[in-house]
């Protein structure tokens, strides 16, 4: 069993910066992408960016130049470096990883609890 625990989500002013954090857990052989995502009230759940685990980014275009994607693979761990917040942001932050429970075996997708991140004006 795979498990991803979030950290790092909160209140904060516009123009203020966070730091989510991510770590998985558990059994497995190996993680692909791990990436961030986001859903807003009366909103489908989007991709903020991601990183596969030779350290290849991509990023929405509403936060390129203002967050940034890392991990840590040999910690299992994936950070999101949030600058210049707008309140657009504001947003239940999900973390989610291709893990491979065994060798040989093929990619399952994983989710976060989820995190919420008020941006205020």
Not at 95 to 112: M, S, T
């Amino acid at each position: 069993q795979v498990q991803l625990v979030e950290s790092g989500g909160g209140l904060v002013q516009a123009g203020g910066s966070l730091r989510l954090s991510c770590a998985a857990s558990g059994s497995y052989f190996g993680i692909n992408v791990m990436g961030w995502y986001r859903q807003a009230p009366g909103k489908q759940r989007e991709l903020v960016a991601s990183i596969t685990v030779g350290a290849r980014t991509t990023y929405a275009d509403s936060v390129k130049g203002r967050f940034t994607i890392s991990r840590d693979n040999a910690k299992n761990t994936v950070y999101l470096q949030m600058n210049s917040l707008k309140p657009g942001d504001t947003a239940v932050y999900y973390c989610n990883a291709e893990v491979q429970p065994h060798y040989g075996l093929g990619f399952l997708d994983y989710w976060g609890q989820g995190t919420q991140v008020t941006v205020s004006s």
